[in-house]
């Protein structure tokens, strides 16, 4: 699948644990755009390996965090329901206003592997 907003910053820790990292803008009009493609890689995460998400530190497998900044509003954590296939509480903005959305995905490598080959992402 290729990515359309959502451009990855790729990193790894010493304990191998890699990391994704993207900031996507979208105006009003284009904002279902990019939440969708969001959606696509939080579904297949969680289709794939939904049961192991948590903290890594505690024995998850992959987490993620997505945080939604617009305006002079309060940065606002989004959270994807995979039973909906939707995200919850997405932005409502107005017409012409401008979102911006912060993504980091987190996993060990047997997670990263497949996560990387499914949306041509740097890997270890």
């Not at 994704?20 to 939080?42: C, G, K, M």
Request: with cysteine; glycine share 8%; hydrophobic share 40%.
């Amino acid at each position: 699948m290729a990515l359309h907003f959502l451009e990855f910053d790729y990193s790894e820790d010493n304990e191998g644990t890699c990391t994704w990292d993207a900031l996507a803008s979208a105006t009003a009009e284009r904002l279902p755009e990019l939440l969708r493609e969001i959606t696509t890689l939080l579904a297949w995460a969680c289709a794939e390996f939904g049961e192991q998400r948590g903290s890594l530190d505690d024995g998850g497998l992959w987490d993620y965090d997505l945080q939604c900044e617009r305006g002079d509003h309060a940065l606002q954590p989004l959270a994807y329901d995979p039973g909906a296939h939707l995200l919850r509480a997405p932005p409502s903005v107005q017409a012409g206003e401008r979102v911006t959305l912060s993504l980091s995905i987190s996993g060990t490598p047997a997670f990263a592997a497949p996560f990387a080959e499914r949306f041509g992402l740097p890997s270890p």
